[in-house]
């Protein structure tokens, strides 16, 4: 396992497990108490993780947000898989929406490059994937958020209120049965009810590590979401809370 591949997988097992130990990640990987105590320490600098007494702990709570290269380290698989069936949902001539986030950047990765549909979306690095051979792309313009890649701001809503879209991928931070959809950031929220409100068909992309959270601010309910692809198996309640929406397990193997 490459050096990279390992912290990534660090980063995974911390998440998934709301902390690891040091020895416990030694046992999981393979590698040497000392080597996952340095890895430790440069992924805590790099703002991938918290060091805790003997393990290390994540970095996410309901008011604080993870970073873009948090999440993209986390659940790469899964996210794959998501993205697998996610394009399914495309058919010619379609004026799509892609939410930024590291799972709708998957699905980004997977759609055809042939100019089929028209990627619209507000983040400059999904339109640069996007963009390649015949594909014509549209960006919302408006405020780059740092943390997160998105763009945000009055720019982005006006483009957004003036525009509709057959499909939409749609990311989150939180799925909560009483408190729908989440996420940490006000002017995100905003532009996602925009995206939510103006799309044909609402696609939720999400891992399964997103369900029974949640975050600071309600940007749709459960009800608005047409089809949710997941990568792993529901709970009776919220697949009853979700009920007016498809669900749909992503097979990772498939991959």
Known sequence: MLPAERKRRIVELVADSDGRSVESLSENL???????RRDLRELETRGLIERSHGGAVPVTSVGREQTYGQKEVQNLEGKRAIADRAVEEL????????????????????????????????SPRLAVELNEDDNEV???GGTLRRRTKALVGPTAESFMQRTNFDVLFLGTNAIDIESGLTTPNEDEAR?????????EKVVLVADISKLGRRSFVQFASLADVDLFITDGTLDDDTREAIESASVVVADEAGQ
Request: no cysteine; hydrophobic share 40%; aromatic share 6%.
């Open 91 to 122: 058919a010619e001539g379609h004026v799509v929406f892609f939410d930024a986030g590291t799972t709708t950047m998957e699905v980004a990765r997977k759609v055809p490059k042939d100019g089929t549909i028209l990627g619209v979306t507000n």
């Open 30 to 36: 393979g590698y040497s108490k000392a080597t996952i």
């Open 191 to 199: 532009m996602k009810e925009l995206m939510v409100e103006k799309a």
């Open 138 to 140: 549209k960006l919302t």
